[in-house]
């Protein structure tokens, strides 16, 4: 349901031209989560097909694109002028 909405979300973005930081990581967050789940149920696929689980996934693929679309807000100092 998660990966639907931020489909729907994205297109919308997309089709209406939006442009903003928080709309760029928006969409590096989508890229990212769709990237890594893949990667993960790949390797599950292959490696260990007993013992697939969905939720553990996708856990770890929201976690990882949470953490590195944001990982600016952290570490990264704004430049005062």
Not at 20 to 31: E, R, T
């Amino acid at each position: 349901m998660l990966f639907l909405i931020g489909t729907i979300l994205l297109f919308c973005i997309i089709y209406k031209d939006i442009d903003s930081p928080l709309v760029f990581k928006f969409g590096m967050a989508y890229l990212f989560f769709t990237f890594f789940g893949s990667l993960n149920y790949g390797y599950d696929y292959f490696f260990r097909p007993s013992k697939i689980d969905l939720l553990r996934e996708f856990s770890i693929a929201f976690g990882s694109a949470f953490g590195l679309s944001f990982i600016d807000v952290t570490f990264l100092k704004k430049k005062e002028d």
